[in-house]
């Protein structure tokens, strides 16, 4: 099948659940009982145990933020685009949040939503394959929109809320979200992976900044210089030069 091949636009059909544990647990759930097509969203008022990278936890205020998990039919492409799909969700993300908060909205390698120094949105796209085919893809998302109270576990949270002043509908924002993603994945499909990776090391949290990482005990100081077409973070001055996600952790 051609991945030109016509279907559904992201967000059609939008559904709204009143809550559930894990929007992405949910869709997965769905596709395995052939009840999500490519472009079904499902957008959940609350979520109880909402999932985050490397096993970790979103938590979010009940009725105040975005979240959401979309199902993409990824039959047409190779596990080597893996994370092309990363790139083209990471960049609809930020043109969304952007479009709010312009001029210090950032991408945070390898997927997180930053504004300034602080983290608004997180992504986790998890996919069925079966040997070596792509079958599936469930793209979780959770920006914060009108939440101003967080738990102390949060590290450095931030909402369009705290940043605006404004409140915002969370349905119809999840909707533009949609959009958002609707047509970052038909430029993935017209431009390929190359140019959205340029456009995203272009939009890179502190790129050409010196941060601090953590490696296993270890903490160091590294200057960022961009992320490769496999998804590894490109450094120089640290421990290492490169390292795949997971190796490292941010100390912000």
């Known amino acids: 099948m051609s991945p030109f091949t016509a279907k559904s636009t992201i967000g059609t059909p939008f559904i709204e659940l009143t809550e559930v544990g894990s929007t992405n647990i949910y ?17 959940a008022s609350s979520q109880k145990a909402g999932k985050g990278q490397q096993g970790k936890i979103w938590v979010t205020e009940p009725g105040s ?16 685009r893996l994370f092309e799909l990363s790139l083209t969700v990471s960049l609809a993300c930020h043109d969304f949040f952007s479009a709010y908060a312009p001029g210090e909205t950032r991408i945070k390698w390898p997927n997180d939503i930053y504004w300034r120094d602080r983290k608004a949105g997180g992504i986790l796209i998890e996919n069925i394959i079966r040997g070596d085919k792509w079958l599936w ?23 369009l809320r705290q940043i605006t002043g404004k409140e915002f509908n969370t349905v119809s924002m999840a909707k533009e979200l949609c959009v958002c993603l ?16 340029k456009e995203y090391n272009d939009r890179l949290y502190k790129k050409d900044g010196w941060v601090r990482l953590k490696k296993d ?12 077409e496999t998804g590894e973070l490109l450094v120089e001055g640290g421990v290492e030069d490169r390292f795949r996600f997971g190796e490292v952790e941010w100390v912000i």
């Open 217 to 228: 005990n270890r903490v160091f100081s590294c200057r960022v210089k961009n992320v490769s």
């Open 182 to 197: 609707e047509n970052r994945y038909q430029y993935w499909l017209k431009w390929g992976g190359q140019q959205l990776l």
């Open 137 to 159: 893809s469930v793209v979780g998302i959770g920006i914060n929109l009108n939440q101003v109270l967080f738990p102390e576990t949060a590290k450095n949270p931030v909402s």
């Open 65 to 80: 933020n975005i979240i959401v998990s979309v199902v993409l039919d990824s039959s047409a492409f190779s596990l080597a």
């Open 27 to 43: 869709a997965m759930d769905m596709i395995q009982a052939n009840m999500a097509a490519h472009g079904t969203c499902f957008f």
